[in-house]
């Protein structure tokens, strides 16, 4: 080797350790003056290895360490992190408009069309019609009561399928049983059509089509070191890209089918047709196939199984705790009496049941981290510096478990909702302490929906039933982290029926 050809590649190696120096040293201490307090983490990776397997719990714990307001370096994206309910106002909503678009994830691109459903499209008019459609056709307060008779129609459908386990002394898989029920309502507004009893339709399909959707979410370390995204180190993006072609093959036979038979629905148009026909006046915003379809798949994911995970974990808990199921059956037999089912009117005079479902939030929320935001301009909050396209995640979780907060957080005790300040506390979004459904102009559209279907699915199913679990089984509390906060060992019960046998019908 010439001297020349030996200076040349001494050169090279040391420009290499100054690039990979400067860029651990970015992320390690950042290059930002007066970021808040977070861990150091890895060089290149940031604190991605950090988060483990259950990143909420993690996260708090970080947040412990190093306050309700903590940056970190994920790969290559700068990110904080809010776990109080001081934190999570000032960015819902104080700055609300700098937090209104979401990151590029991988998800979002493979999954949801390329950002083009209601819950990752960017703020804008195609978002804001989105939001419009749902809220005044399927979600908003006079849409939730036009189709109250669908929610009564298939509530008794699923008593019915109880009944029959009853008799047979057969045991019930909860997820399996509420998933059914609110998956056929919704489908029942949207497409005019019980999806798991129509038999053009293949429901089971459908429904492990939804559960790996669920479940295929976790940390993708190509969403955080974007030079490395291509590879799919672990294959994340491949199960997206298939789970894609499976929905889309799914949700186009639905399409076809519904515009074949509109005839049959003339005059009486369901959320389908409703949202197919809008944009014909050339003046409007017109909506796309991706953007129908990647819509069908909000609702029949999130807006179902966010439902079913909370009603599954609120029965657990009250099957740990006894006196809860005894202390709401009282509560209901003076309200409603066992002569008839519970229905919708009842709800306001239910306030222990109001209790056990805000109980149910607070520690097991279906969301446990916020889908994530990115800053449209730099900012700052509390004396610290957000830097521009900083990612926001809330740790719904962790302010939920707050011992700051909530006396005796892990405990659950629906009592705390109860008279005083508890009672008035609200969770679709207007208390920070308790906003299971996030908070400001991009919490989760279906809020509404949500808590009406949850407190009277299992108002329901707490006064129609007694419950216990089969022989020999003992009750599971851990958590499967993902889209939503599931549990990792499905529910199963025993039920027999506590109403007079006509009530039912």
């Known amino acids: 080797m010439t001297y020349d050809a030996f200076l040349i590649k001494e050169l090279g190696v040391a420009v290499l350790i100054f690039l990979i120096a400067h860029i651990s040293i970015r992320i390690v201490f950042g290059n930002y003056k007066n970021l808040p307090p977070g861990p150091r983490g890895w060089p290149i990776l940031g604190a991605l290895p950090l988060l483990g397997t259950m990143p909420h719990v993690t996260l708090t714990n970080m947040a412990r360490k190093y306050g309700p307001i903590m940056f970190l370096k994920m790969g290559t994206c700068d990110t904080v992190v809010a776990s109080s309910p001081y934190a999570a106002q000032v960015f819902l909503k104080t700055l609300d408009n700098n937090f209104l678009n979401r990151p590029t994830i991988a998800g979002a691109i493979h999954l949801g069309y390329n950002a083009q459903d209601l819950v990752f499209a960017n703020y804008g008019p195609k978002w804001k019609l989105l939001r419009k459609l749902t809220n005044q056709h399927m979600l908003g307060g006079k849409a939730l009561h036009d189709w109250a008779h669908v929610r009564t129609s298939e509530v008794k459908h699923m008593l019915r399928a109880m009944q029959e386990c009853a008799k047979q002394g057969e045991p019930i898989e909860v997820g399996d049983l509420l998933s059914c029920a609110i998956t056929n309502m919704v489908s029942q507004v949207v497409i005019s059509q019980r999806i798991f009893s129509n038999k053009g339709l293949d429901s089971k399909e459908f429904k492990n089509m939804v559960v790996e959707f669920m479940t295929i979410s976790g940390v993708n370390i190509g969403d955080f070191v974007p030079c490395v995204a291509w590879m799919d180190l672990q294959g994340v993006v491949g199960k997206m890209r298939r789970l894609h072609k499976r929905f889309d093959v799914f949700s186009t036979k639905i399409i076809e089918e519904h515009v074949n038979s509109s005839y049959e629905r003339k005059g009486k148009p369901d959320f389908l047709d409703i949202v197919m026909s809008n944009g014909e006046n050339p003046s409007e ?3 796309t196939l991706s953007n129908i379809k990647a819509l069908l798949l909000n609702l029949f994911t999130a807006g179902t199984y966010t439902s079913s995970s909370i009603i599954e974990w609120v029965i657990a808990e009250m099957l740990k705790n006894p006196n809860i199921i005894t202390s709401a059956h009282k509560e209901m037999d003076q309200v409603i009496g066992r002569q008839r089912l519970l229905s919708e009117s009842d709800l306001p005079n239910l306030p222990y049941l109001q209790a056990i479902c805000k109980e149910t ?47 005796n957080p892990l405990e659950f005790n629906p009592e705390r909702f109860l008279g005083g300040k508890g009672a008035k506390i609200n969770p679709s979004g207007v208390d920070f302490e308790l906003m299971p459904f996030g908070a400001g102009r991009r919490k989760c559209a279906g809020y509404k929906m949500g808590i009406g279907v949850i407190e009277y699915i299992l108002g329901t199913l707490v006064h129609s039933f007694d419950w216990k679990l089969p022989s020999g089984v003992k009750i599971n509390m851990d958590e499967a982290f993902g889209l939503t906060l599931q549990k990792a060992v499905p529910l199963s019960v025993v039920v027999s029926p506590r109403l007079v046998p006509n009530a039912y019908v």
């Open 285 to 287: 915003e017109r909506l």
């Open 361 to 407: 939030y607070r520690i097991h929320p279906s969301t446990p981290l916020s889908v994530p935001r990115v800053a449209t301009e730099a900012c700052q909050v509390n004396g610290f510096y957000i830097p521009k396209n900083t990612r926001l995640n809330v740790n719904i979780w962790a302010i939920g478990r707050d011992p700051n907060v909530w006396s």
